[in-house]
């Protein structure tokens, strides 16, 4: 049985920092491209970070390029995101997710095949 669940998510103000942790269970970490996505009420899920298997390239959302950095311990099953200097609109739910699809669908949500359940971050003062 596959299982991914995620941790580390919890109230930071603007500028700070967090960690997220994705424990995986059931599958090969390093056979699976893994990802982070984001959703915040009301809107479509977003990604936000992909490490490329078994872990040579990442991959950064726009908006959290130069602030987030993904990585991955395949030995261990655990993938990483470090977040810095954090914002308000970095408010939302995190997923961890896995894919073993092809490398041109890394920031589509829909080539995922397992999912966490997710962590809540929120950034306010």
């Known amino acids: 049985q596959v299982s991914l669940l995620e941790s580390g998510g919890g109230l930071v103000q603007p500028g700070g920092s967090l960690r997220l942790s994705c424990s995986v269970s059931?599958?090969?970490?390093?056979?699976?491209?893994m990802g982070w996505f984001r959703q915040a009420p009301g809107k479509d899920r977003e990604f936000v970070a992909a490490?490329?298997?078994?872990?040579?390239?990442?991959f950064y959302g726009q908006s959290v390029e130069g602030r987030f950095t993904i990585s991955r311990d395949n030995n261990n099953r655990m993938v990483y995101l470090q977040m810095s200097n954090l914002k308000p609109e970095d408010t939302a739910v995190y997923y961890c997710?896995?894919?073993?699809?092809?490398?041109?669908?890394?920031?589509?949500?829909?080539?995922?095949?397992?999912w966490g359940q997710g962590t809540q971050v929120t950034v306010s003062s």
């Open positions: 490490s490329s298997r078994p872990g040579v390239t990442a």
């Open positions: 997710a896995s894919s073993s699809t092809a490398l041109s669908g890394i920031r589509q949500a829909r080539m995922y095949n397992y």
């Open positions: 059931g599958i090969p970490v390093r056979n699976y491209h």
